[in-house]
């Protein structure tokens, strides 16, 4: 199984020679598989990959010719890593503020006043004053269905 560093360095007439030498062996596996004459079938998989290594680099040639560069291997850049610290630094989370959370039962204490948990109640409000309560939370003071 070669390698595709090991296709690159081949000219354009030995890929080809080697794609239709990789083809006839996969047909003749494909033959011996359904005649149940195959012992490695894992070999059915290597020569695929073969194919699709011989035919990657081909292709990388020839959008090497079409963008005017060497038809060398493609070797992606990537930015220089941070240092250790910088990375932990960024992993830490944020510190979150505190959420405000309506108080139950469980959590009185001294005899506060609790709000019921699953109240259904909506207070309509004016300014500081509370000027009705309103039993479902449809409606509000001076909102009626019937007007």
């Not at 003749?28 to 079938?41: I, M, P, S």
């Not at 998989?45 to 291997?73: F, K, M, N």
């Not at 510190?95 to 207070?123: L, N, Q, W």
């Amino acid at each position: 199984m070669p390698s595709a560093s090991e296709l690159r360095e081949l000219d354009d007439d030995e890929l080809d020679g080697r794609l239709v030498e990789y083809r006839r062996e996969l047909l003749n596996l494909r033959f011996q598989l359904g005649t149940g004459q195959l012992d490695n079938v894992t070999r059915v998989s290597q020569v695929r990959r073969d194919i699709a290594r011989v035919l990657t680099v081909l292709r990388d040639r020839e959008i090497a010719v079409a963008e005017g560069r060497d038809a060398g291997p493609v070797i992606a850049a990537r930015p220089p890593r941070r240092p250790r610290a910088e990375r932990e630094e960024a992993a830490e989370p944020a510190a979150r503020p505190a959420r405000s959370r309506r108080r139950t039962a469980a959590d009185a204490a001294d005899g506060d006043e609790v709000e019921p948990a699953d109240t259904d109640e909506v207070r309509a409000t004016d300014g500081d004053e509370v000027d009705e309560v309103v039993a479902g939370g449809d409606d509000v003071a001076g909102d009626e269905e019937g007007s």
